[in-house]
């Protein structure tokens, strides 16, 4: 049995303006050891996914519908109080800035106790010595003396680090890393995502990492989803995402993406307009205002939603153009300016 | 921190001489420049049927003719080491520390004012429990069951209880509830705590309640802000990821932030109301400091005045000493250096 399967699922805030359709029929699945990493802008529906698997929009204004299945149990029609004594035991998440998700007041210690005693019944003083081998094993240095200290006197990578710390500390088989690098200094970035592979192996945890960086899910990730307006457009491996993409949107992500390894002839490719309102979804498909090659579907682009169709292999894509039409603009028309 | 406690110390006791010699200012030059002369005091002093000479003695005896400037010293000097009135009929001790002396009741200052402090303590006290408990408690539900019937009909109330002055709710619930109803003692009983705790309370919990409606009003409607602000916060969605039952979501993580900013307008206000609740004290009659104030300003009586006016300043500045040492204490943010 899958580990992680995601059926369908639907996350639609009602507000004064109108639905909000944040997560609109979305599918995956994930076993453990494995990464998946979702790529997508501000607004894609990333978040709200995430969020969504850990239950944490349950009790609110949220519409949930679809199924997510985690090792054997479905989570939507589960209870909150179920779906909360597995959060941060069976499955935890790391958030995008450490120093505005870890509380002031309390102790990185103390943090990391309070969620190790939530799902173990050990002393304090158990619960501590944990605390502190957990905060050695990311990497903390003196982890006996900085278990004491406050969130505000860590640097930015060492609260991610506790923040990793914390959210292994139950040893989850899902760990959720919500833009996890986002927030740090480009040195320390490359380290998180070292440590964050390297625990994900002691761990064997299925890792979804969240994230608007394709540079990011390249050095992590197995496979990618590619969101868009709260769908997935585009789903594969690694190599399907970069090296045979077939979704406009995708060849967009990588043109806009900077690289170090080639010489700077050419500006970046950014992509036309901005992301789609989540209420009033464009019809049809939802990237057509933005895509270059919508007059090539015939006016389809605009009338009709397309289906998310299998080209090869597990590579998934939701695009009007045909999978002929499509290798040849990757071909002739994308790659070439890219390696440029 | 001992450093930082002894600057503040400093800082307290300048403040204390800035108020004092703002407060001297107010009362001795200010009606100087208006046209009043030293005589025109002296005659505060005098019988009725004084002469002009008369006048004049009591002038001279008083320092009145001197610059202000001594004036003012001899009034600090008196605070340390007591002093002597000498107004011609005679002369009256005031001992230290002597915040002046009264010709109206022909009293010192001082004692007086240690006489009435224990009403408005025991009224400050009580009060400040109960608008604290309610305030907190009903802010927190209002912002939980935020747009609920609840939440709305307790703001209502909220708006109400921070618009009407004590004066009108305090004489509203004497009428209804002491000489209506009579379950609550009349207007201008006290009883020593030392005496009967429970009569004590018994004929304080009129007063409380007004004084703690007008404040936990304003406490119900910070506190429900704050919590709002605070269950929004990173942390609050942190915590519930590590799987944190939603009662401790709220009380360790969320009310924790919340209560930061209630912590240090609690301790202005405590200090605020112990230099003396005037609108509730006058409502019930309560001969605290709040009351001694009214009756001073009525009678024109200035050195009443102005050594009220020193005793509030003195209680505001500890409070506000309290309150920052209590923010570090609060706040690990903040350091004390």
Not at chain 1, 54 to 67: F, Q
Not at chain 1, 80 to 102: N, T
Not at chain 2, 174 to 181: D, I, T
């Amino acid at each position: 049995m899958t580990f992680l399967q995601l059926n369908d699922l639907k996350i639609h805030f009602p507000t004064d303006d109108g639905l909000v359709r944040s997560v609109d029929g979305l599918s995956f699945q994930l076993e453990r050891g494995k990464t998946l990493g979702i790529v997508g802008e501000s607004g894609s529906g990333k978040s709200v996914t995430s969020l969504g698997i850990l239950g944490l929009h349950k009790g609110g204004r949220a519409k949930i519908s679809g199924e997510i299945w985690l090792d054997g149990e479905e989570l939507v029609s589960a209870s909150p109080e179920h779906v909360r004594s597995l959060r941060g035991k069976k499955m935890a998440m790391i958030f995008q800035d450490p120093l505005s998700a870890m509380h002031p007041y309390y102790t990185v210690g103390d943090q990391i106790i309070e969620a190790y005693r939530i799902h173990n019944n050990v002393s304090k003083k158990v619960a501590k010595k944990h605390a502190i081998d957990m905060l050695g094993r990311v990497g903390i240095p003196q982890p006996d003396r900085r278990v004491d200290s406050y969130p505000h006197e860590f640097s930015g990578g060492m609260r991610q680090r506790a923040m990793i710390a914390m959210a292994l500390s139950c040893d989850p088989e899902l760990l959720i890393a919500d833009e996890p690098t986002t927030a740090l200094d480009v040195t320390v970035q490359a380290q998180i995502l070292d440590l964050m592979r390297d625990l994900q192996r002691d761990f064997n945890a299925a890792l979804i990492i969240i994230t608007h960086d394709l540079g990011v899910v390249a050095e992590l990730s197995d496979d990618i989803l590619v969101m868009y307006g709260g769908k997935c457009i585009e789903y594969g491996s690694a190599d399907d995402i970069f090296e045979r993409p077939e979704h406009p949107y995708t060849w967009g992500l990588l043109g806009s993406m900077p690289r170090l390894d080639r010489e700077v002839t050419e500006r970046l490719l950014p992509i036309k307009g901005s992301p789609p309102s989540l209420i009033n979804v464009p019809s049809g498909c939802a990237f057509h205002p933005r895509c270059a090659f919508e007059p090539r579907t015939g006016g389809k682009g605009s009338t009709l939603v397309p289906d998310l169709v299998e080209t090869e292999g597990g590579h998934l894509v939701r695009c009007h153009l045909s999978r002929e039409e499509r290798r040849d603009i990757w071909a002739t028309e994308i790659k070439p300016k890219l390696e440029s | 921190m001992v450093t930082y406690i002894i600057r503040r110390l400093i800082g307290a006791l300048a403040m204390l001489f800035v108020v004092s010699a703002v407060t001297f200012s107010i009362f001795f030059v200010v009606p100087r420049l208006a046209g009043v002369t030293p005589d025109d005091m002296a005659n505060r002093y005098v019988g009725r049927a004084a002469t002009a000479a008369n006048v004049q003695a009591t002038a001279q005896k008083l320092g009145l003719y001197d610059p202000v400037v001594v004036q003012y010293g001899r009034w600090v000097k008196g605070v340390f080491v007591g002093s002597e009135y000498d107004y011609g009929a005679g002369v009256e001790h005031c001992p230290a520390p002597c915040l002046g002396y009264s010709f109206v009741t022909k009293q010192p200052v001082w004692p007086d004012l240690v006489d009435r402090l224990p009403v408005t303590l025991s009224l400050a006290a009580g009060a400040s429990v109960i608008w604290l408990v309610i305030g907190v408690s009903v802010g927190v539900l209002s912002a939980l069951k935020r747009r609920s019937i609840f939440d709305r009909g307790a703001m209502i109330i909220a708006l109400a209880g921070v618009s009407l002055p004590p004066f009108f709710t305090g004489l509203v619930a004497l009428s209804l509830l002491s000489y209506g109803l009579g379950i609550t003692a009349p207007g201008g009983a006290y009883v020593p705590l030392s005496e009967n705790p429970a009569q004590w309370a018994y004929s304080l919990i009129l007063p409380w309640l007004t004084l703690a409606f007008l404040n936990a009003a304003a406490y119900a409607r910070l506190t429900r802000a704050g919590m709002l602000d605070t269950m929004g916060e990173d942390y609050i969605r942190t915590a519930r990821a590590k799987g944190l039952k939603e009662s401790k979501v709220i009380g360790k993580h969320g009310l924790r932030a919340a209560l930061t900013p209630i912590v240090t307008i609690f301790g202005l206000d405590v200090g605020i109301l112990v230099g003396g609740a005037i609108l509730t004290e006058n409502a019930f009659s309560l001969q605290g400091l709040g009351k001694y104030a009214t009756t001073a300003i009525a009678a024109n009586d200035l050195p009443k005045i102005m050594g009220f006016t020193m005793l509030a300043a003195f209680f505001i500045v500890v409070a506000n000493l309290i309150v920052d040492l209590l923010y570090a204490v609060v706040d690990p943010r903040v350091r004390l250096s």
